[in-house]
């Protein structure tokens, strides 16, 4: 990998961390936006909103795609949309520590998904990153076991972020990435419209609401998909999916800070193993690569 490969990637997995950071500092607003919004009507005038502003933005940058691309942009919007109404559905049925534990789950899908899909072939590394991901998970969001209705629903959605991840790692491309992005946020605003037939969505209630949502539209919809479809045209599907897994940290973390949750062994240690997972994706190459490097060199 060259330098400017090496620095980009760098700069693409800090997007995404900044990415499941925001993704991480909504789960209280949602929480607290489903006890007074159906589901389906939250989703669409978060998206709709989101999908606005990207097209203000981008409208030029749409008219440059292929068709193909907007078949592709369409496809993965699909993908995300139906997911983000079974993730939210399970979580009214579900506890949310459960349902933070599921929707993780795509941490797994992603690399079975892509070793079916696109024949991959992952060195060991990888899968024990995925296992200590999915340990940090059960410790973060895990209290207790049960099988329900909403659980399923939840790892379905979480299947579905996993075949999204493995596909914007396929299609995204640097130059296309904002077109594909607001692509995918159209078809996610129109599945979400969809979902709320025949009445159609009702809208937030008082201004505290709104403002919630427009957060969640502008910051944790619109510019979270800018990023990830960016920097997932510099990193493997993998690599990405484990280095989402932490939201639930984040998601911890604003918890502790603005919610009633207590600082646990539990928050510690799940953490510690997410971020020991991202250090053996993200580090552990880079140390093979030197140390290479360093033979090639004493030759």
Request: glycine fraction near 10%; aromatic fraction near 10%.
């Amino acid at each position: 990998m060259s330098a400017t490969a090496s620095r980009t990637a760098t700069l693409a997995t800090l997007g995404l961390v900044a990415v499941t950071a925001v993704w991480g500092s909504t789960f209280f607003l949602i929480k607290d936006l489903l006890a007074r919004m159906p589901v389906a009507d939250f989703l669409a005038v978060r998206f709709v909103i989101a999908a606005a502003a990207m097209t203000l933005l981008f409208f030029r940058h749409l008219l440059r795609l292929s068709r193909r691309e907007w078949w592709q942009g369409a496809a993965l919007g699909a993908l995300y949309g139906i997911a983000q109404l079974l993730q939210t559905s399970g979580l009214e049925h579900t506890s949310a520590s459960i349902s933070g534990f599921a929707t993780g789950m795509y941490v797994v899908f992603t690399p079975l998904l892509g070793t079916v899909l696109l024949r991959q072939r992952l060195p060991s590394v990888t899968w024990i990153a995925v296992l200590l991901s999915v340990g940090g998970l059960a410790l973060l969001a895990l209290h207790g076991l049960s099988i329900g209705y909403g659980v399923w629903l939840t790892v379905a959605s979480a299947a579905l972020y996993g075949l999204h991840i493995v596909g914007l790692g396929t299609w995204s491309r640097p130059g296309s990435a904002f077109a594909l992005s607001t692509v995918q946020m159209l078809m996610i605003a129109a599945i979400c419209l969809l979902a709320t037939l025949p009445k159609g969505p009702s809208l937030p209630p008082g201004a505290g609401a709104w403002l919630a949502v427009l957060y969640m539209a502008l910051a944790a919809g619109a510019g979270a998909m800018l990023v990830q479809t960016w920097a997932q045209a510099h990193l493997s599907p993998t690599r990405a999916a484990i280095v989402m897994t932490l939201e639930p940290v984040f998601a911890a973390g604003f918890a502790v800070a603005f919610g009633d949750d207590l600082l646990t062994w539990r928050m510690l240690g799940g953490g510690a193993l997410i971020l020991a997972a991202m250090y053996l994706v993200e580090l552990a190459p880079r140390s093979n690569a030197l140390q290479a490097e360093g033979l090639h060199h004493e030759v």
